[in-house]
């Protein structure tokens, strides 16, 4: 994937890249943009299109609407969009003729960043889309009035109304952007300051975006990426409140406690697809009922939620949870147009299976006991002698039988943190739970450093926040692309470790990313591969690689957890004894070991210094001079680029 380097922060720390490397790019979504983009740039890659034949602009210059499309294009790079005309205009194309696009192109994200003051309209207009919601997801900028409040579609609770939010490079901190609109109608946060390719006359160069409308275009990307999962892993899209709810669920809460006016709920955080639990956010469905004969009469007394999906087809029974869901929310927004539109399509549902009774104002009756059905006997597991976990924080300590689970196991291997902004909430504990039962613990980070510095930065904040537990190996989890050159960033933050004290270094790298991250394999002293087979909690596979650990599951099954679990074996170059053996505590390296030359990647630079010409190597990027540019400054020299030229002034003592 190629990302705009200035964006692989922001995209990293929301998990956008964790997505994409696996295979998450919003393929087969169809994401609307209410904005006419240039559709025939190079820049789009064919992914922008105008369904009117009319509604798109001329030529590439930096219009609005390039700019939005360009974010939703980078977050879902094979997602369509398109250019959606959302007027009121009977005298041209306008939301009725759009509605009915929507419908066959199979449209499911909405992203809208253009501002309409005429609150009339965008009333009008919502209503009309509010017969879509139970598969099509709104969402639009806040606006950029700071404390005088949202504006547009925002003021609108069928929308997901989004602020900014943007990162500083020098501390790792997320901040609010002060123009950012606020209020009691916003609902999350993304980043804005994003980057994107120049449509005008600087053509070939990347700018800086400012403002709402272009964070709220970013959580639209990231939507359209859900829906890829669900539509292939549960065989539909979400609505806009089952979005909604799965938004809720994976966030960071920045600022005051829970809701708040400037971060709404927060800043909508990916989670790993691999852990997500479908069945929160889809209903199973009990029936494969697709006939249109429809039953008898149902009495009147009121079926529960489960003995209607029994009775509708699958398509059917999506739509009506999907109502039922936008009355709920509506009911507690006290959003009268709402209730009354979900409601009548409702009971339009429930009539058509003449299914009678009251669904709408609550029952006081206590539910029937269910009754407890037997699970089916555990297939036997083939016994791995010598078998190992890695946990993090997915893995609540108050979920966990600490005294069964550790009968089970020789080793875990614990996270520590998830790159440098996320620290796990329980590490500590399960270090400390396991070593009371005997089981010695290891320890792992997962990898997200953007640049050579920030893997230092990684490195070191690994390192302050687990030396104290003096963990028997320290594991580097090399599963994510989040710089351009992995193998020099790997080896800076192995380096820093050493340098720290770590003695025993391993890395556990992703089996399809083997070969392209190409690591220097000799920077370690054990290697750890995944490599799943069937997946079924058995050893079913072996990794095409050398390896020294085979992680061989992601859904084992050990007693006293209930839950799944990666399990993993030895391959038997190395006894068990190597990993478990107590360490020294690490002692910071007296000489830490410097960079080589080799791997600095120095260029030449030319300097005109006092009109004479100088060539040197150093490193110059970005409009920031490194190596040996830095130390002229400091002695007082003024430093210019110039057409390809650093040139340095003496500027002693002037200010």
Same mark, same amino acid.
Request: glycine letters at 8%.
């Given at each position: 994937?190629?990302?705009?380097?200035? *964006? @692989?922060?922001?995209?990293?720390?929301?998990?956008?890249?964790?997505?994409?490397?696996?295979?998450?790019?919003?393929?087969?979504?169809?994401?609307?943009?209410?904005?006419?983009? #240039?559709?025939?740039?190079?820049?789009?890659?064919? !992914?922008?299109?105008?369904? #009117?034949?009319?509604?798109?602009?001329?030529?590439? /210059?930096?219009?609005?609407?390039?700019?939005?499309?360009?974010?939703?294009?980078?977050?879902?790079?094979?997602?369509?969009?398109?250019?959606?005309?959302?007027?009121?205009?009977?005298?041209?194309?306008?939301?009725?003729?759009?509605?009915?696009?929507?419908?066959?192109?199979?449209?499911?994200?909405?992203? $809208?960043?253009?501002?309409?003051?005429?609150?009339?309209?965008?009333?009008?207009?919502?209503?009309?889309?509010?017969?879509?919601?139970?598969?099509?997801?709104?969402?639009?900028?806040?606006?950029?009035?700071?404390?005088?409040?949202?504006?547009?579609?925002?003021?609108?609770?069928?929308?997901?109304?989004?602020?900014?939010?943007?990162?500083?490079?020098?501390?790792? &901190?997320?901040?609010?952007?002060?123009?950012?609109?606020?209020?009691?109608?916003?609902?999350?946060?993304?980043?804005? +300051?994003?980057?994107?390719?120049?449509?005008?006359?600087?053509?070939?160069?990347?700018?800086?975006?400012?403002?709402?409308?272009?964070?709220?275009?970013?959580?639209?990307?990231?939507?359209?990426?859900?829906?890829?999962?669900?539509?292939?892993?549960? +065989?539909?899209?979400?609505?806009?409140?089952?979005?909604?709810?799965?938004?809720?669920?994976?966030?960071?809460?920045?600022?005051?406690?829970?809701?708040?006016?400037?971060?709404?709920?927060?800043?909508?955080?990916?989670?790993?697809?691999?852990?997500?639990?479908?069945?929160?956010?889809?209903?199973?469905?009990? $029936?494969?009922?697709?006939? /249109?004969?429809?039953?008898?009469?149902?009495?009147?007394?009121?079926?529960?939620?489960?003995?209607?999906?029994?009775?509708?087809?699958?398509?059917?029974?999506?739509?009506?949870?999907?109502?039922?869901?936008?009355?709920?929310?509506?009911?507690?927004?006290?959003?009268?147009?709402?209730?009354?539109?979900?409601?009548?399509?409702?009971?339009?549902?429930?009539?058509?299976?003449?299914? /009678?009774?009251?669904?709408?104002?609550?029952?006081?009756? &206590?539910?029937?006991?269910?009754?407890?059905?037997?699970?089916?006997?555990?297939?036997?597991?083939?016994?791995?002698?010598?078998? @190992?976990?890695?946990?993090?924080?997915?893995?609540?300590?108050? *979920?966990?039988?600490?005294?069964?689970?550790?009968?089970?196991?020789?080793?875990?291997?614990?996270?520590?943190?998830?790159?440098?902004? =996320?620290?796990?909430?329980?590490?500590?504990?399960?270090?400390? &739970?396991?070593? %009371?039962?005997?089981?010695?613990?290891?320890?792992?980070?997962?990898?997200?450093?953007?640049?050579?510095?920030?893997?230092?930065?990684?490195? =070191?904040?690994?390192?302050?926040?687990?030396?104290?537990?003096?963990?028997?190996?320290?594991?580097?989890?090399?599963?994510? /692309?989040?710089? $351009?050159?992995?193998?020099?960033?790997? !080896?800076?933050?192995?380096? !820093?470790?050493?340098?720290?004290?770590?003695?025993?270094?391993?890395?556990?790298?992703?089996?399809?990313?083997?070969?392209?991250?190409?690591?220097?394999?000799?920077?370690?002293?054990?290697?750890?591969?995944?490599?799943?087979?069937?997946?079924?909690?058995?050893?079913?596979?072996?990794?095409?690689?050398?390896?020294?650990?085979?992680?061989?599951?992601?859904?084992?099954?050990?007693? +006293?957890?209930?839950?799944?679990?990666?399990?993993?074996?030895?391959?038997?170059?190395?006894?068990?004894?190597?990993?478990?053996?107590?360490?020294?505590?690490?002692?910071?390296?007296?000489?830490?070991?410097?960079?080589?030359?080799?791997?600095?990647?120095?260029?030449?630079?030319?300097?005109?210094?006092?009109?004479?010409?100088? =060539?040197?190597?150093?490193?110059?990027?970005?409009?920031?001079?490194?190596?040996?540019?830095?130390?002229?400054?400091?002695?007082?020299?003024?430093?210019?680029?110039? %057409? +390809?030229?650093?040139?340095?002034?003496?500027?002693?003592?002037? %200010?």
């Amino acid at each position: 994937m190629n990302y705009i380097k200035e *964006n @692989i922060k922001e995209f990293s720390i929301c998990n956008v890249t964790l997505w994409h490397n696996l295979g998450y790019t919003g393929r087969g979504i169809k994401v609307g943009n209410t904005e006419k983009a #240039y559709v025939d740039s190079p820049l789009f890659g064919g !992914k922008v299109h105008d369904i #009117y034949g009319d509604y798109q602009y001329s030529k590439s /210059e930096n219009h609005h609407g390039n700019q939005t499309a360009h974010i939703i294009h980078q977050v879902a790079p094979d997602a369509d969009i398109y250019c959606l005309n959302m007027g009121v205009n009977k005298n041209k194309t306008n939301i009725y003729d759009t509605i009915p696009l929507i419908k066959n192109f199979g449209i499911s994200v909405i992203s $809208s960043s253009h501002y309409s003051s005429m609150t009339t309209t965008n009333r009008q207009v919502t209503d009309e889309l509010l017969q879509l919601l139970d598969k099509l997801v709104l969402v639009c900028s806040a606006g950029n009035d700071s404390y005088n409040g949202v504006n547009g579609y925002a003021e609108f609770k069928e929308w997901l109304s989004i602020g900014a939010v943007g990162f500083n490079d020098l501390t790792d &901190e997320i901040f609010y952007k002060t123009y950012s609109s606020r209020g009691k109608e916003l609902d999350f946060t993304c980043f804005s +300051g994003l980057f994107i390719p120049h449509f005008g006359k600087y053509y070939g160069t990347n700018w800086q975006l400012e403002g709402t409308s272009f964070s709220a275009p970013m959580l639209a990307g990231m939507c359209a990426l859900v829906q890829q999962f669900f539509l292939e892993n549960a +065989g539909r899209v979400l609505g806009r409140y089952e979005m909604e709810n799965f938004i809720k669920d994976h966030l960071i809460d920045l600022g005051a406690e829970g809701w708040d006016e400037y971060y709404g709920h927060g800043l909508f955080i990916l989670p790993d697809p691999r852990e997500i639990n479908i069945s929160k956010y889809i209903i199973p469905q009990d $029936s494969d009922n697709d006939t /249109e004969e429809y039953p008898e009469p149902i009495p009147t007394d009121s079926l529960t939620f489960k003995e209607i999906g029994t009775i509708m087809s699958k398509d059917d029974f999506n739509k009506y949870t999907n109502f039922m869901m936008i009355y709920e929310n509506a009911k507690k927004d006290g959003n009268e147009v709402a209730m009354n539109y979900s409601r009548n399509e409702a009971q339009k549902l429930l009539d058509k299976y003449n299914i /009678e009774g009251n669904y709408f104002d609550g029952d006081d009756s &206590e539910p029937e006991p269910e009754i407890p059905v037997e699970p089916d006997p555990e297939e036997p597991r083939e016994e791995v002698k010598e078998l @190992i976990i890695d946990i993090s924080h997915h893995q609540n300590p108050a *979920n966990i039988n600490y005294d069964m689970l550790a009968k089970q196991i020789k080793l875990a291997i614990i996270r520590t943190q998830y790159g440098s902004l =996320t620290r796990d909430k329980y590490y500590e504990i399960h270090h400390a &739970e396991f070593r %009371k039962r005997g089981v010695p613990t290891a320890c792992y980070a997962w990898v997200r450093g953007t640049s050579i510095r920030d893997m230092e930065v990684e490195a =070191t904040d690994f390192y302050n926040r687990t030396k104290d537990l003096n963990p028997t190996f320290w594991f580097l989890d090399v599963e994510e /692309e989040s710089m $351009s050159d992995m193998r020099l960033g790997i !080896k800076a933050y192995v380096r !820093k470790l050493r340098n720290l004290g770590v003695k025993k270094v391993g890395v556990y790298i992703a089996h399809h990313l083997y070969k392209k991250f190409n690591l220097d394999f000799t920077d370690f002293d054990t290697i750890w591969i995944p490599h799943y087979g069937a997946n079924n909690g058995k050893v079913s596979s072996s990794p095409q690689f050398s390896c020294d650990i085979h992680q061989f599951t992601s859904v084992g099954r050990l007693d +006293g957890y209930n839950g799944n679990l990666d399990l993993n074996r030895l391959m038997g170059t190395k006894p068990l004894s190597y990993f478990i053996e107590a360490q020294d505590a690490p002692v910071p390296h007296p000489n830490p070991q410097p960079i080589p030359d080799e791997e600095t990647e120095l260029v030449d630079i030319r300097i005109k210094l006092h009109d004479k010409d100088i =060539t040197v190597k150093g490193v110059f990027e970005d409009g920031i001079n490194y190596i040996p540019i830095r130390f002229l400054e400091n002695m007082g020299y003024k430093i210019d680029w110039n %057409k +390809g030229i650093v040139e340095v002034d003496y500027m002693k003592g002037e %200010k």
